[in-house]
């Protein structure tokens, strides 16, 4: 069994940072890839960042260039680090882990960016 849990979030005003962290605790999994995904109300789930086992990254178009996602193995966590912050990345942010045979989610951290 895998445990998520997310942290960091809050509430910051435009321009601001936030850095995201999800802790994974479990054993007897292998790990394909890891990443962040957001809820905003009213809209669908979408995929934020994403990092594979082999280290390679990937990014929603809009958040390119200000989040960065990364890993600390040792600690087994999992990091978004969000600047430039702008109103519309407000969302409910979530971690999650995919296997070769199952995928696992944190509870969700929110962040609102606001004045």
């Known amino acids: 069994q895998v445990k998520l849990v997310e942290s960091g979030g809050g509430l910051v005003q435009p321009g601001g940072s936030l850095r995201l962290s999800c802790a994974i605790s479990g054993s007897g999994f292998v790990m394909q890839a890891m990443g962040w995904y957001r809820q905003a109300p009213g809209k669908q789930r979408e995929l934020v960042a994403v990092?594979?086992?082999?280290?390679?990254?990937n990014y929603l178009d809009s958040v390119k260039g200000r989040f960065t996602i990364s890993r600390d193995n040792a600690k087994n966590t999992m990091y978004l680090q969000m600047n430039s912050l702008k109103p519309e990345d407000t969302a409910v942010y979530y971690c999650n882990v995919r296997t070769p045979v199952s995928g696992y989610w944190g509870q969700g951290t929110q962040v609102t960016v606001s004045s």
């Open positions: 990092i594979t086992s082999g280290g390679s990254t």
